[in-house]
T-cell receptor, first 116, second 114 residues
Framework: GAVVSQHPSRVICKSGTSVKIECRSLDFQATTMFWYRQFPKQSLMLMATSNEGSKATYEQGVEKDKFLINHASLTLSTLTVTSAHPEDSSFYIC????????????FGEGSWLTVV | GENVEQHPSTLSVQEGDSAVIKCTYSDSASNYFPWYKQELGKGPQLIIDIRSNVGEKKDQRIAVTLNKTAKHFSLHITETQPEDSAVYFC?????????????FGTGTRLQVTL
């Protein structure tokens, strides 16, 4: 199946700093990418929908100024957690929809963020 | 918006037995229902999916059934093996403008014991 790659897989940052997570579709063009966060033993919660060349659509309750999403090309979307705090520590996962594949959605391996 | 419920939350079966996980959804417009397997510390892996024009789909030991009238869909794993142990999520899509986004169930932790 299609491959979605995330980087970094694990990152530790100091409180107050910003951290960027990349999501790449390696062998297909992704017109839409999604960003989720997942707390331990919980389900995936959609944060935002990222469409190439346009502004991301954020879910209710997600601060767009804190979680900056950029989808500059058909193969790359980035999530920047700005002014990170310990409560932002979580597992962040991206997914991508393959163009012309119907609704099939593939997930990346996730990125563990720990804010200390 | 779409609401997906998933049961059971935990499931323990003996190796070789079958496992069934059930989900319901609320939005009759949903037309795509994937199932994901998530191992600890990893991203979800698509294991099977079904679209609304099909009632059943099978891939080796895994099968999915869909009842659109009742808004139910289920995952069936036969001849379970220890490596099937993981958390399984069902999902249903929801069209928002031109994008199709997934709403996930709460997950089922499957434990296959020897």
């Amino acid at each position: 199946g299609a491959v979605v790659s995330q980087h970094p897989s694990r990152v530790i940052c100091k409180s107050g700093t910003s951290v960027k997570i990349e999501c790449r579709s390696l062998d297909f063009q992704a017109t839409t990418m999604f960003w989720y966060r997942q707390f331990p033993k919980q389900s995936l919660m959609l944060m935002a929908t990222s469409n190439e060349g346009s502004k991301a659509t954020y879910e209710q309750g997600v601060e767009k100024d804190k979680f900056l999403i950029n989808h500059a090309s058909l193969t790359l979307s980035t999530l920047t957690v700005t002014s990170a705090h310990p409560e932002d520590s979580s597992f962040y996962i991206c997914s991508a929809t393959q163009r012309n594949s119907g609704n099939t959605i593939y997930f990346g391996e996730g990125s563990w963020l720990t804010v200390v | 918006g779409e609401n997906v419920e998933q049961h059971p939350s935990t499931l323990s079966v003996q190796e070789g037995d079958s496992a069934v996980i059930k989900c319901t959804y609320s939005d009759s417009a949903s037309n795509y229902f994937p199932w994901y397997k998530q191992e600890l510390g990893k991203g979800p892996q698509l294991i099977i999916d079904i679209r609304s024009n099909v009632g059943e789909k099978k891939d080796q030991r895994i099968a999915v059934t869909l009842n659109k009238t009742a808004k139910h869909f289920s995952l069936h794993i036969t001849e379970t093996q220890p490596e099937d142990s993981a958390v399984y999520f069902c999902a249903a899509n929801e069209m928002t403008g031109t994008a199709s986004k997934l709403t996930f169930g709460t997950g089922t932790r499957l434990q296959v014991t020897l």
